[in-house]
């Protein structure tokens, strides 16, 4: 994991912790020399908990593949992952601030037009990450695949993400009702875990290239 | 993105990329399957390379290329080979009389 991308990871971490605490403090009156703020919004509240958690899960995981010598990650991998990081972080802390804001302010938003951004967000993100990931290069070292077998299922795997991100990106656009996208989030969701199971099979140590 | 344009043009290039489909190949390897002269596949290698759509591993004093395709130039190599592109002209680097690969 390099420096920079450490920096970013744990500053966004920090930052949406302290937005979550701050939060929390005011609502229950621990901050009395701001005024006491109204109802609290429940959806708004679970976001502002869950972001920074969701992102340091995803920050672990990712330094940990960073830091795989069986096998060893390519630079180009590398790079792959950081920039899909700096991205991920960059769109939770947007989101966590937003919702903040929401829950601060009091202020009504058309949750049906953010949830749709954020499916269309999400769709051109997969699309454009497949696309760039079928040119990752093999690892090398213990594990790492014969360089045809890495190929190939990249170049799947690539296909698999542009398809279901032009597929969100359609389905955001065009469902009547944003709620009907939940099958459709969690059909992706299986689908992500189906292809790190992939990876990993592929990239075990000890087996034949 | 001219530079894929204009490697996928040419039907040998194509070739070149299907083969590597199956497996990374030694420089000797792909030649082989073209009869061609050595100097033509190394200038068909070189322009894949400047594009990007492979990449290649130096072992010793063998080359060996691999595929290195996105996911939108996998797609263009097959519309440029559904439509057959560069059958009727002669590829600008081929100055053989090269069969169809």
């Known amino acids: 994991m390099s420096r920079a991308f450490k920096h970013v990871a744990i500053a966004a971490i920090i930052e949406m912790t302290l937005v979550a605490l701050a939060v929390f403090a005011w609502r229950r009156g621990l901050l009395p020399w701001l005024p006491a703020g109204g109802p609290a919004n429940v959806r708004a509240e679970f976001i502002l908990i869950w972001a920074p958690a969701w992102f340091a899960v995803g920050a672990v995981f990712a330094g940990r593949r960073l830091a795989s010598d069986r096998p060893r990650i390519s630079d180009s991998h590398r790079r792959f992952l950081e920039g899909s990081m700096r991205v991920g972080a960059a769109f939770i802390v947007a989101i966590q601030g937003f919702f903040a804001y929401v829950d601060v302010s009091g202020a009504t938003f058309n949750r049906e037009l953010v949830v749709r951004g954020a499916a269309v967000f999400l769709g051109l993100w997969m699309t454009i990450h497949g696309n760039a990931a079928a040119k990752i290069d093999p690892p090398s070292g213990d594990g790492a695949p014969a360089a045809g077998i890495w190929t190939r299922a990249l170049l799947r795997f690539g296909w698999i993400m542009v398809a279901l991100g032009l597929g969100l990106v359609f389905f955001a656009l065009v469902l009547p009702d944003p709620r009907q996208l939940r099958p459709v989030m969690i059909a992706i969701l299986v689908v992500a875990v189906a292809l790190e199971f992939e990876y990993r099979r592929m990239t075990r140590p000890g087996r034949p290239a | 993105m001219n530079r894929v344009f204009k490697a996928l043009s040419d039907p040998t290039r194509r070739r070149i990329l299907q083969l590597l489909r199956e497996r990374p190949m030694t420089a000797g390897e792909l030649a082989a399957h073209f ?25 010793g004093k063998s080359i060996t290329y691999r595929l290195r395709l996105s996911v939108v130039e996998d797609a263009l190599l097959a519309f440029a080979d559904s439509l057959g592109l560069g059958f009727s002209t002669p590829s600008p680097v081929d100055n053989s009389n090269e069969e169809e690969a």
């Open chain 2, 35 to 59: 009869p061609v002269h050595k100097a033509t596949m190394s200038a068909h290698f070189s322009v894949l390379r400047d594009a990007d759509l492979i990449a290649a591993d130096k072992n």
